[in-house]
């Protein structure tokens, strides 16, 4: 049987498929195809069929002999980034509809007095207060006045509302009133969705709380109306089993999940590529790795220490908070499709706009104007205009010259040439301090890492922000330009449930503590089941969320165990100090600290994820002369130009290694070696002035 994996992006859509037909040798397959943005669930049928003419099958064929099929969409992140959500509600306790708006009253840098905090969701008008009234214990002291929330129901209708998020003071501790509100707004609104925060984000901090229930409020139509017509459309040719979704953890779940909290679903894409990291981590037993993804749209960077990935309780997402649990990407506006700009003083901007598909890269010829970093790819001669997106279309280097003489050279003042030059040097360097960010910034020594090149344009960068930063090695592997959907063959059905639960060190109770988690344990196991996991194939992980007592947010501490007795006391008080100094280079062993959440996640045990191989059909090299500062040397220079299918085990640079669907470029001072059948080492030579 077959299993694919699909990750629709900003600008292209990959298709990864790995299985065996009727019982025939196992094959590895992957495409791409441009992201269709007007019907994306008619875009994924026609990368399937494309996918079926590679496996020399029809569509119903190919999915017959399917078992699987996982996805992982930017729709979500797509309609937050432009605020194209549904029209939505926000029912609260009377006297705090402001909450949202007033935020925390603090600045990411309170120096910047142009900041620009995002704007909020619902507009106030929409913000409508509810009599009633939970204790910070729990106990209900105003019961539910019924007809404020009819009222407000038929204000919801009169507006247009779509969508209507429920978020009431403590009622993570107690969710009898949303629950109750849900019931009459389906009375009142059966059209309307509902998101209760009780359901989506049951722990303390109220705005962070109602934020990230909003955010679910304002995707989740979108999302479910999506997914949706993709079962439909994929029923039409056979296909009747579940369609697993990636979510923002690393996992996988359904459509139903996906239909109540698609915020689960804001980093899907990228969360592939975090488990395609951790999964190559461990192939190659190489336990630190940074990934860098350049894809059309954004640059991501995931880090891997010690073989494993990291879960974040708390992120932020176009300013918002989200209380969900994430993988830790850092994403930056710098992919092949990021429109370059220069400003009135005169420097040079790489996006974040970005051109996307349609009208895509000036080059594209679609009809697009402004200059991108594919443009300036090609016109550097680093990219093969007749060769792109594996011969699918024939790129106009005409357009990309005119595009960068009229919006970067003219600017400037200086030859289309020296402007490419300076676009592929800034792009290099905001890379590259993105990378710092998430290694030195963090206490990490970057020279012990090494660097995954994936995304379609990321290998034309990787050499000089790894020689930037003194890192060990760049490894490219064969399915680096679909690394997302590679990742996402490896992951695992998943269900994570965090709940605030508050004790202090003093008031250790390992048998309130074990209650607690026997009950989250009961309901990941029913989630579990109805993903189709059986106990048997269940594992657990179990993340107290610490901080010192008078500390503003919280760390995660992974224990090994479920269940607590009183002499683990002092076991999670090493744990906690020894995790804190590893985060922020000290630790306070005299100070107490407190629990205030509990995050259980259950999933199936280990899947393989294979890794794919060079093919070989004995097409030679040649040579072309580019621009030589591309490759650290004056003027233009001779460069060897290698296809995947003509590699030999060691390549000095300069050099170009050409795959279907990307380009790796090998600087001089530079060598690439094949290892493990499948992956391209790359790293520096020792220079002679070094010796």
């Not at 908070?321 to 040079?348: C, F, N, Q, Y």
């Not at 794919?612 to 591309?630: K, T």
């Amino acid at each position: 049987m077959i299993k694919i994996a699909i990750d629709t992006g900003g600008t292209f859509t990959d298709y990864t498929s790995v299985g065996s037909m009727n019982s025939d040798e196992e094959k590895k397959i992957f495409i791409k195809n441009p992201t269709n943005h007007q019907n994306p669930a008619l875009g994924i049928v026609y990368g399937l069929k494309e996918l079926a003419k590679s496996w020399e099958v029809s569509l119903e064929e190919l999915l017959s002999n399917t078992s699987q099929i996982s996805h992982g969409t930017t729709l979500a992140l797509n309609a937050l980034i432009e605020k194209k959500g549904v029209k939505t509600a926000l029912f609260t306790t009377e006297g705090f509809r402001d909450a949202l708006e007033i935020r925390r009253s603090q600045l990411d840098n309170q120096w910047d007095i142009r900041a620009v905090t995002p704007p909020v969701l619902v507009p106030r008008r929409l913000r409508i207060g509810i009599k009633e009234r939970v204790k910070y214990d729990g106990t209900i002291i105003k019961q539910l006045d019924e007809e404020s929330v009819r009222k407000a129901c038929q204000k919801c209708k009169k507006e247009g509302v779509k969508s209507i998020a429920v978020c009431f003071l403590f009622s993570f501790l107690n969710p009898h009133n949303e629950q109750r509100v849900r019931d009459i707004i389906n009375e009142e609104l059966p059209e309307v969705f509902v998101s209760l925060s009780s359901d989506v984000s049951p722990q303390i901090r109220e705005y962070e709380r109602t934020t990230t229930t909003v955010i679910n409020a304002y995707v989740t139509p979108i999302v479910s109306t999506y997914l949706e017509d993709l079962r439909s459309r994929l029923s039409e040719y056979g296909w009747n089993k579940p369609i697993n979704i990636m979510m923002n953890s690393g996992g996988l779940s359904d459509i139903p999940t996906m239909n109540k909290i698609s915020a689960k679903s804001l980093l899907s894409g990228p969360a592939g590529g975090g488990i395609g990291n951790q999964n190559l981590s461990k192939l190659l037993d190489n336990e630190h790795l940074v990934l860098g993804d350049m894809g059309g749209t954004s640059f991501d960077l995931h880090i891997i220490d010690n073989n494993e990935t990291k879960l974040v309780p708390e992120s932020r997402i176009e300013g918002y908070p989200i209380t969900l649990p994430m993988m830790d990407i850092h994403s930056i506006g710098a992919g092949g499709g990021s429109i370059i700009s220069v400003d009135e003083s005169k420097r040079v901007l790489i996006g974040p706009e970005s051109a996307g598909s349609v009208p895509g890269p000036a080059c594209y010829n679609l009809g697009g104007t402004k200059p991108t970093i594919t443009d300036v790819l090609l016109v550097l001669g680093l990219i093969d205009e007749s060769n792109f997106l594996g011969g699918k279309f024939e790129l106009s280097k005409e357009k990309a010259v005119n595009a960068i003489e009229e919006y970067v050279a003219k600017a400037l003042d200086i030859s289309v040439v020296e402007a490419c030059i300076i676009v592929y040097r800034v792009a290099s360097e905001l890379m590259a301090d993105s990378l710092r960010l998430i290694t030195m910034q963090r206490g990490n020594d970057p020279r012990e890492y090494s660097l995954v090149g994936s995304g379609g344009a990321f290998g034309l960068f990787a050499c000089n922000i790894m020689d930037s930063l003194n890192m060990r090695e760049v490894l490219v592997p064969v399915q680096g330009p679909v690394f997302c959907s590679w990742g996402m063959l490896g992951a695992k059905r998943r269900y994570d449930i965090t709940r605030s639960f508050f004790m202090e060190k003093q008031d250790w109770d390992s048998d309130k503590l074990n209650e607690i988690i026997s009950s989250m344990k009961g309901d990941c196991e029913d989630e579990l089941l109805k993903l189709g996991v059986s106990l048997e194939n269940c594992s657990f992980d179990l993340n107290l969320e610490i901080r010192y007592i008078g500390q503003h947010h919280e760390i995660s501490i992974p224990v090994d165990k479920l269940e607590f007795n009183d002499g683990d006391l002092e076991i999670i008080d090493e744990l906690f100090h020894d995790t804190h100094y590893d985060i922020y280079q000290y630790s306070q062993l005299e100070n107490d600290w407190e629990i205030i959440n509990l995050h259980l996640a259950g999933y199936e045990k280990d899947l393989y994820n294979p890794l794919f191989n060079f093919e070989d059909n004995n097409v030679d090299n040649y040579i072309v002369r580019i621009p030589g500062e591309s490759f650290n040397v004056d003027g233009k220079t001779e460069v060897n130009v290698y296809s995947e299918t003509d590699l030999i085990n060691e390549i000095s640079g300069p050099a170009l290694i050409n795959f279907d669907y990307t380009s790796i470029l090998v600087p001089k001072g530079f060598k690439s070696n094949i290892v493990d059948n499948g992956i391209l080492s790359i790293s520096k030579t020792v220079m002679e002035e070094q010796l």
